[in-house]
C-alpha cells in the first residue's frame, strides 16, 4: 500500500476506493460506447430501474442531488433517449419516468461491467476478502 493511503483514516480511504471505481468504470464505458454518462446520470438511472416507472419527484427524494440539477440530469437522459419522461393522468403537477429499452440495455451493460471489474479486484486480492468487505459494508454500523 502507497504511503498516502496509510496515512488516509477510514473515510477517506472508503471515498478514494470509490473515486477510482467509479472513473474506471466511467471511463471503461466511454471507451465502449458513444455515449456520454456522468456518474450522477449512472445514479438516477439505477434509481429508476430499480423503482420501474416512477415520478420524478420521487426520484428527487432517492438521489442526493438537488432538485434542480435532478431535472437536469433527466432531461439530459431523455435527450439521449435512456428515459421517457410522460405526465400523469390524475396529476399535471407530477411526471412520471421509466427507462426505454436503450436506457434498460446501458443500465444491465454496466452492471457487467461492475461484474467484471469486482471479478478483477478478487483475482487481485482474492474473494474471500471480497465477499468479507462486502458483508462489513452491508452491516449496520449504527451511525
Known amino acids: 500500500m502507497s504511503r498516502e493511503r496509510t496515512e488516509l483514516d477510514l473515510i477517506d480511504l472508503i471515498s478514494e476506493r470509490h473515486q477510482t471505481?467509479?472513473?474506471l468504470l466511467q471511463d471503461k464505458w466511454n471507451e465502449r460506447s458513444n455515449i456520454?454518462?456522468?456518474?450522477?446520470?449512472?445514479?438516477?438511472?439505477?434509481?429508476?430501474?430499480?423503482q420501474g416507472t416512477t415520478t420524478i419527484s420521487d426520484i428527487t427524494k432517492t438521489v442526493d442531488i438537488s432538485r434542480q440539477a435532478t431535472h437536469k440530469f433527466i432531461r439530459q437522459l431523455a435527450d439521449k433517449n435512456l428515459v421517457e419522461i410522460q405526465s400523469l393522468e390524475n396529476n399535471k403537477k407530477k411526471k412520471a419516468?421509466?427507462?426505454?429499452?436503450?436506457?434498460?440495455?446501458?443500465?444491465e451493460k454496466n452492471v457487467g461491467m461492475k461484474i467484471e471489474l469486482e471479478g478483477k479486484i478478487a483475482n487481485q486480492i482474492g474473494k474471500e476478502k471480497v465477499?468479507?468487505?462486502?458483508?462489513?459494508?452491508?452491516?449496520?454500523?449504527?451511525?
Request: charged residues 25%; proline residues 0%; hydrophobic residues 45%.
Open 21 to 23: 471505481l467509479r472513473k
Open 36 to 50: 456520454y454518462l456522468s456518474n450522477s446520470e449512472w445514479f438516477i438511472l439505477a434509481r429508476i430501474y430499480q
Open 97 to 107: 419516468i421509466c427507462l426505454t429499452e436503450l436506457g434498460k440495455e446501458c443500465y
Open 131 to 143: 465477499h468479507a468487505l462486502k458483508e462489513i459494508l452491508q452491516l449496520d454500523w449504527g451511525l
